[in-house]
């Protein structure tokens, strides 16, 4: 959650920095020569300061919110695995492809911010490792079975072990700190909760 924060917060950033350069050079040239047209901030650089971040926090865990329960618990005798239908490659594209529609029909972002920042899980899990499942149903309909017995307690343990596991989720978690301790300085933690906006980071000016 916190890495998948960090890069929409600089994605932001950058995009609204686009913007400003946009509408510095519009005015420079209106002064310079007011006849031809200057080019208008993007819509995309426009969009961006209506990200919705409570979407990315979800999109960020979408996958294991819809797997685990099933996979593990409602389903268990089924699937016997936390990683199924919403770890699968088929998954990201359907909604990046209904992200993508909604965004270039309604210039609204929020599918499209959702099925990044799942997408984005993906890469963090390294789907690739398990092919079965990322490229699900090519190698069938089936998914691999595993021994799902005190999955929680492994979990912890692999945090303390693989430092490819716990790197990131420290990198994740001095973010989700650092954002929660602006927002409550700042007093907008209600206000994010509302609509999801960061308003302090306009008003500091990025």
């Given at each position: 959650?916190?890495?998948?924060?960090?890069?929409?917060?600089?994605?932001e950033k950058a995009l609204r920095r686009r913007a400003l350069f946009l509408c510095r050079s519009e005015q420079v040239r209106e002064v310079a020569n007011p006849?031809?047209?200057?080019?208008?901030p993007s819509r995309l650089a426009t969009a961006a300061a209506l990200i919705d971040y409570r979407l990315v926090l979800l999109g960020s865990m979408l996958p294991d919110i819809i797997d685990k329960p099933v996979g593990i618990y409602f389903?268990?005798?089924?699937?016997?695995?936390?990683?199924?239908?919403?770890?699968?490659?088929?998954?990201?594209?359907?909604?990046?492809?209904?992200?993508?529609?909604?965004?270039?029909?309604?210039?609204?972002?929020?599918?499209?911010?959702l099925s990044l920042c799942t997408g984005f899980h993906l890469v963090l899990d390294q789907m690739w490792i398990e092919p079965r499942t990322l490229f699900w149903p090519l190698y069938g309909l089936a998914f691999p079975r595993y021994d799902t017995t005190g999955w929680l307690t492994n979990l912890i343990e692999t945090l303390k072990?693989?430092?490819?596991?716990?790197?990131?989720?420290?990198?994740?978690?001095?973010?989700?700190?650092?954002?929660?301790?602006?927002?409550?300085?700042?007093?907008?933690?209600?206000?994010?909760?509302?609509?999801?906006m960061v308003q302090y980071?306009?008003?500091?000016?990025?």
């Amino acid at each position: 959650m916190g890495i998948s924060l960090g890069l929409a917060l600089g994605a932001e950033k950058a995009l609204r920095r686009r913007a400003l350069f946009l509408c510095r050079s519009e005015q420079v040239r209106e002064v310079a020569n007011p006849s031809p047209p200057a080019p208008r901030p993007s819509r995309l650089a426009t969009a961006a300061a209506l990200i919705d971040y409570r979407l990315v926090l979800l999109g960020s865990m979408l996958p294991d919110i819809i797997d685990k329960p099933v996979g593990i618990y409602f389903l268990g005798d089924t699937f016997s695995n936390g990683r199924i239908f919403g770890h699968s490659l088929l998954f990201f594209l359907i909604i990046l492809l209904a992200g993508l529609y909604s965004y270039l029909r309604s210039g609204r972002l929020g599918i499209l911010v959702l099925s990044l920042c799942t997408g984005f899980h993906l890469v963090l899990d390294q789907m690739w490792i398990e092919p079965r499942t990322l490229f699900w149903p090519l190698y069938g309909l089936a998914f691999p079975r595993y021994d799902t017995t005190g999955w929680l307690t492994n979990l912890i343990e692999t945090l303390k072990s693989e430092p490819a596991v716990f790197i990131p989720e420290i990198m994740g978690a001095v973010i989700m700190i650092l954002f929660m301790v602006v927002l409550l300085r700042s007093r907008s933690l209600l206000s994010f909760l509302r609509n999801g906006m960061v308003q302090y980071y306009t008003a500091s000016g990025g």
